[in-house]
């Protein structure tokens, strides 16, 4: 029998094929990263698609994206997605297709205006056709109930879709702060019975961040894309729906969503209600985990600086092969292979990692400098001086904000 059954299985493994299914909802960097991140999606590309031309790239698609020439028809900035389609269905990919945008926007999605950010879907099986139009329908009633308008999404069999340039594809990933605007409406199919969750999510004691969110709440959906999406920090942080909290102690009812709690051993320390922004959220996460009265929260905002030769700078100046994280956020800074011993007491740096600090006029003091900024957090990390050997710049790092992760242990 389990040979049999073990046979049945290779056999269906053999016999399924992948299935591929464009769409368009707006700028296709973050389209290709919301598909290629679901499991059973084998492959997602950046390209062109809808277009009545040959052979388009990306300067023609936005030549052409506000005033065509008469009879043309302009490319919509796509994604090819193949699927294994015994892992996920074109049902779940094409919902998903729905609730990552604003499908009613007509030519444009937020701030991108224009005929090539046009929302569509181009199917290549009767099956993807047929549940496009019954998925519209259903969402169409949900949208305007929801008190928003006609869905424009062009839906159409594909005619050929055109790969983008080399420098667009995965984008995202190799521009983690690349421009990547959250255009969901916060309008979700809702779930069967049988789907709906009935687990507890109970204290996992020690500190850790909890978000409360609601179905179809447009601000948790742009909290998740702005934030949680990309959190890397060390205190855990989870979502769920109130009726799955078990074991926590709070100071009163979730009367909005989001509600972010910020929770020590099953007990609510403080709470904030409604969307925050990047910023915000690190400001109060460094207050939860560093405590206002510390030397890193003042550091870290209120641009204090720490002692020189410091027991922090004592512990990080001769550690091994690794790399230092901001100590809010848990994004890498800074590289031991860029480290060296300026001899001024505070760690010291040819250069930081790539897109993870912002440099900053200050005037502080009455002194002219360059004020370095974790890029996410916003945290004050030092300043930058000319004075390095060989001519090369000196990112001077305030220890106590940082901690140090061997490379050993980073996460693959």
């Not at 390209?47 to 023609?60: E, L, M, R, V």
């Not at 019954?134 to 949208?143: D, G, I």
């Not at 055109?162 to 779930?191: I, M, R, S």
């Not at 100046?317 to 292979?337: A, C, E, N, Q, W």
Request: net charge positive; proline share 4%; glycine share 8%.
């Amino acid at each position: 029998m389990k040979t049999f059954l073990l046979l049945l299985t290779l056999a269906l493994s053999l016999w399924a094929k992948p299935q591929t299914i464009v769409f368009a909802a707006g700028c296709f960097w973050g389209v290709e990263k919301h598909f290629e991140a679901m499991p059973g999606v084998i492959k997602a590309t950046s390209g062109y698609a809808g277009g009545s031309y040959d052979n388009p790239d990306y300067d023609t698609v936005l030549k052409y994206r506000h005033n065509p020439p008469k009879g043309l028809v302009n490319h919509a900035e796509s994604v090819e997605v193949v699927y294994d389609d015994s892992k996920i269905t074109a049902e779940q990919l094409i919902k998903s297709f729905w609730q990552m945008h604003d499908p009613t926007q007509g030519n444009r999605q937020g701030n991108d205006r224009g005929n090539n950010y046009r929302s569509a879907i181009y199917y290549t099986t009767p099956k993807q056709k047929k549940i496009a139009f019954e998925t519209k329908a259903r969402y169409q009633k949900l949208l305007t109930k929801a008190g928003y308008g006609t869905i424009t999404t062009e839906i159409k069999p594909l005619k050929k879709f055109w790969p983008a340039e080399a420098y667009h594809q995965n984008y995202l990933k190799k521009h983690p702060f690349g421009y990547c605007p959250n255009h969901a409406t916060g309008v979700k199919f809702e779930k069967s019975a049988q789907k709906q969750s009935t687990s507890k999510v109970t204290p996992l004691g020690g500190k850790e961040i909890m978000v409360i969110t609601a179905p179809h709440c447009r601000f948790c959906e742009n909290f998740k894309f702005d934030v949680t999406d990309h959190y890397h920090g060390t205190i855990p942080l989870r979502t769920a729906q109130q009726k799955e909290l078990e074991g926590f102690t709070l100071k009163g009812a979730v009367e909005g969503t989001p509600t972010i709690l910020f929770i020590e051993d099953g007990k609510e320390v403080y709470r904030h209600v409604g969307y925050m922004d990047e910023k915000a959220f690190y400001k109060a996460l460094g207050a939860f985990k560093l405590g206002t009265d510390s030397e890193a929260f003042d550091i870290a905002f209120n641009k204090s600086t720490e002692s020189r030769f410091c027991k922090r700078y004592e512990k990080f100046k001769h550690t091994s092969d690794g790399v230092f994280i901001d100590t809010i956020s848990g994004d890498i800074l800074f590289d031991t292979r860029d480290r060296f011993n300026s001899g001024s007491g505070w760690l010291s740096f040819y250069k930081p990692v790539k897109g993870a600090v912002i440099e900053k006029e200050d005037n502080s003091y009455g002194m002219h400098r360059v004020e370095i900024v974790a890029r996410k957090s916003g945290a004050h990390l030092g300043h930058v001086f000319n004075d390095a050997p060989g001519g090369k710049r000196r990112y001077c790092i305030n220890a106590t904000v940082l901690e140090f992760v061997p490379r050993d242990k980073l996460k693959k």
